[in-house]
C-alpha cells in the first residue's frame, strides 16, 4: 500500500541516486554500516511512524494536554508510542556507539524522523527535543552530565527541552531575566519565569532534563552575560536515582491552534513551591563556561531550525500525498471537451487547474527535502570528511543554508498545505478530513525556532557578509557549478541552468547594491523580501541538482521529477526577479512608515 505520509521511493531517489549516501561508509564512522543497514532503519521508521504514531495524530489535535492545577493528563497512546520509539533505539540513532547509539549518518537520521513529523507532529516533539538536547550535552557537557542525564535520555527514560523565551522577551534573548546565583556546594539556583516551552511538563518519562538560559549576577549585560545550565524536574543522585522533587513548577499551559498533542508550558523556577534541600531556587548544573550559554545553546537551535525546516517539510509532503489520493478518487466534472450533462464524472485529477496545484505542492515539497536532506549531508561532511578543507567547506555552506532551510520550508510547504485544502474544496477545512490539521500544525513552522524576520536578518545581516561574504560565495558557487554542468549537456537542463545562472549573479549583485549605501537600516528594512527571494534561488538550484541525478532514466517517477522541475523554473524561479528589482531599488516604504499613519 502506497504511504500517505512520505514517499519512500522519493527519499530513496534522494538518499542513494542523488546524495550516494552509501559513500559516506568508506568512513571510519560509518564503517560498520552499509545500504542495508541505512534502509533498515528508514524501514524500521516507516514502520512505527504508520503503526504507533499516524493512528492518534487526530485524537491527540482533539483531546490536547490539559492540566487541574496538579498534573498533566495527555492521551495514553502519547506514551505508548514513545516507548515504542524509544524500545528501536532511534532517540540515539545518530549518537556515538560509546553512549548508546548507533552512529547513524545525520543525513539518514533526518530521513527517518522525517516519517515522525508526518505521522504526528504533536508526539514527534517530544524525541525531537530530546535528541536536540542530549547532541547539545554530547558536544559541551562534563562526563559527568552525558552520564547523568544522556545516556537516560538514549533509553528514552528521560525526555528534554530548551527553555530560552520569557514572557517579556521571545526573539530578543538580551532582555532574559532569569538568574542564576552560586551557591556553596558548587551548583547553583535559579529564579525567573520561561515561557512556551514545548515538553516543558508531562509524566511521559522519569525525568524531564531543562536546558535554560540564565544571567549569573555581575555578569555582562546583553546575550554576552548568559549562562547555560541543565535543570532536571527530578535532581539525580550520584548513584543515577531519582531523587527529590527540584523547584521547576508548571504554572500553566498555552493553547496554540497546532501541535496541541505537545505541551507547551509557562515553568517558574525557584517560586519555593517544591523546594530542594539546601538554599531556595531550583537546583541548575552549569554547562561549560559562564557566560558562554548562548554559544553553546546554538548547537542545539541550529540543529532545531533544520529540524524545523525539515519538520515543515514533512507536514506539507504528507498533505501533498492526501490531496493527491483525493483528486485521483473524487468524481467531479467532466472533460472541456465532453459537455453532455449525463456523461460520467471524471476524477478532478483530470482538470487542469487541479493539475496545477498538485505540481506547485509538488515542487515546493520536493524541493524543501532535497533542501534539508542536503544540510543533514553537509552536518555529515562537516563531523567525518578526511580534508581540513571539506570540513570547513562543509561548514561554511551550512551556516549560510540554516537561515534558507528554517524559512523557505516553513513558508511553501505551508503554502502546499494550504492548496492541498484547495484541492479538496470543502471538504477541506472541514475536521473530518485530515489536511486542515496539517495546515494548523504547519502553521506555527514559521514562527518556531525564529520567524522569518529574524532568519531575514540572519542571513542578509550576518551570514551574506561575514567574512568578507565568503559563505555568500561558496553558495553561489556551487549553485553556479551545477548550472554549468546542466549547461554541458544542452536540451532543456541548459534552458534551466541558464536560468539559474542569471539568478546567481542577481544575488550577488543585490547584495552589494544593498550594502553600498553602508545604511544597514535600508538594508535589513528589506530582509525578508532578501530571504524570500534567496531561498528560491537555493531550491532551484536543489531542483537542478535532482533533474541531473535523474537526467536519462525512465519511469513514471523521473517524468514526475522533471515535469516538477519544470513547473519550479518555468513558474517559481521567475518571481525572483521583481523581487530582486525591489531590493536594488533601496526601498524604505516599511522602513519610513510612522506607527501613528498605522
Not at 559513500?23 to 533498515?40: C, G, M
Not at 536546558?211 to 550520584?238: M, Q
Not at 522533587?245 to 504554572?251: C, G, S, T
Not at 515539497?365 to 544540510?375: I, K, N, P, Q, R
Request: glycine share 10%; charged share 20%.
Amino acid at each position: 500500500m502506497t504511504s500517505l505520509l512520505l514517499s519512500r521511493r522519493d527519499l530513496s531517489f534522494l538518499l542513494h541516486e542523488w546524495l550516494h549516501v552509501e559513500e559516506l561508509t568508506k568512513r571510519p564512522r560509518y564503517a560498520e554500516h552499509d545500504r542495508e543497514t541505512f534502509d533498515a532503519a528508514l524501514e524500521l521508521s516507516e514502520t512505527i511512524a504508520t503503526r504507533h504514531f499516524a493512528p492518534h495524530n487526530k485524537k491527540n489535535d482533539a483531546r490536547e494536554p490539559t492540566f487541574d492545577g496538579e498534573r498533566v493528563h495527555i492521551i495514553p497512546e502519547v506514551s505508548e508510542a514513545l516507548k515504542v520509539f524509544a524500545e528501536s533505539g532511534l532517540t540515539g540513532a545518530g549518537m556515538d556507539e560509546a553512549v548508546g547509539g548507533m552512529q547513524l549518518p545525520r543525513v539518514v537520521t533526518d530521513a527517518c524522523f522525517a516519517w515522525f513529523q508526518a505521522a504526528n507532529a504533536g508526539t514527534s516533539a517530544y524525541p525531537f527535543l530530546t535528541v536536540g538536547n542530549a547532541n547539545l550535552l554530547l558536544a559541551h557537557g562534563s562526563a559527568e552530565q552525558i552520564d547523568r542525564y544522556v545516556r537516560p535520555m538514549v533509553d528514552g527514560r528521560y525526555f528534554g527541552t530548551m527553555c530560552l523565551s520569557e514572557p517579556q522577551a521571545g526573539s530578543s534573548l538580551a532582555d532574559v531575566r532569569t538568574r542564576a546565583e552560586r551557591a556553596e556546594d558548587g551548583t547553583y539556583r535559579l529564579f525567573g519565569n520561561k515561557m512556551w516551552i514545548s515538553g516543558g511538563d508531562h509524566e511521559l518519562s522519569e525525568n524531564i532534563v531543562h536546558l535554560v538560559l540564565a544571567r549569573i549576577p555581575g555578569g555582562p549585560p546583553g546575550v554576552k552575560g548568559l549562562s547555560l545550565f541543565v535543570v532536571p524536574k527530578y535532581l539525580v543522585g550520584d548513584d543515577g536515582a531519582r531523587g527529590e522533587r527540584n523547584d521547576v513548577v508548571l504554572a500553566g499551559l498555552n493553547h496554540k491552534m497546532g501541535f496541541r498533542g505537545t505541551t507547551n508550558t509557562l515553568l517558574n523556577f525557584g517560586e519555593g513551591t517544591h523546594r530542594p534541600s539546601g538554599a531556595p531556587g531550583a537546583v541548575g548544573h552549569l554547562v561549560g563556561e559562564e557566560h558562554r550559554g548562548l554559544a553553546y545553546m546554538f548547537h542545539m537551535m541550529n540543529e532545531a531550525r533544520i529540524g524545523v525546516g525539515l519538520g515543515a517539510t514533512a507536514l506539507g509532503y504528507t498533505g501533498y500525498l492526501h490531496a493527491l489520493d483525493y483528486a485521483r478518487t473524487r468524481p467531479q466534472g467532466r472533460p472541456l471537451t465532453d459537455r453532455d450533462p449525463v456523461a460520467p464524472q471524471v476524477p478532478i485529477i483530470e482538470h487542469a487547474d487541479v493539475r496545477r496545484m498538485l505540481l506547485a505542492q509538488k515542487s515546493y515539497v520536493e524541493g524543501a527535502l532535497a533542501l534539508t536532506l542536503y544540510c543533514g549531508r553537509l552536518v555529515d561532511e562537516q563531523r567525518t570528511a578526511p580534508e581540513d578543507e571539506a570540513r570547513k567547506r562543509a561548514g561554511l555552506l551550512l551556516d549560510i543554508l540554516t537561515p534558507i532551510a528554517k524559512s523557505w520550508p516553513s513558508q511553501w510547504c505551508l503554502e502546499a498545505n494550504s492548496l492541498a485544502i484547495q484541492v479538496h474544496g470543502g471538504y477541506g477545512y472541514t475536521r473530518e478530513y485530515d489536511v486542515e490539521q496539517f495546515y494548523r500544525d504547519n502553521r506555527l513552522n514559521p514562527i518556531h525556532e525564529g520567524t522569518h524576520g529574524i532568519h531575514g536578518l540572519d542571513l542578509l545581516g550576518r551570514k551574506a557578509v561575514i567574512d568578507g561574504g565568503a559563505a555568500l560565495r561558496l553558495l553561489l558557487g556551487e549553485a553556479a557549478a551545477t548550472a554549468d554542468r546542466a549547461g554541458a549537456g544542452g536540451g532543456v537542463l541548459a534552458e534551466y541552468g541558464a536560468a539559474l545562472n542569471a539568478a546567481t549573479r542577481r544575488v550577488a549583485e543585490v547584495t552589494a547594491r544593498l550594502w553600498s549605501t553602508g545604511d544597514p537600516g535600508t538594508a535589513l528594512a528589506n530582509a525578508s523580501v532578501y530571504l524570500e527571494a534567496v531561498g528560491h534561488v537555493v531550491v532551484a538550484w536543489m531542483w537542478l541538482e535532482q533533474l541531473l541525478a535523474a537526467d536519462g532514466a525512465t519511469g513514471d517517477f523521473y517524468e514526475g521529477k522533471r515535469a516538477a522541475g519544470q513547473y519550479f523554473f518555468r513558474h517559481e524561479l521567475p518571481s525572483v526577479h521583481p523581487k530582486f528589482d525591489l531590493l536594488e531599488s533601496l526601498d524604505r516604504t516599511a522602513a519610513d512608515m510612522d506607527p501613528a499613519q498605522f
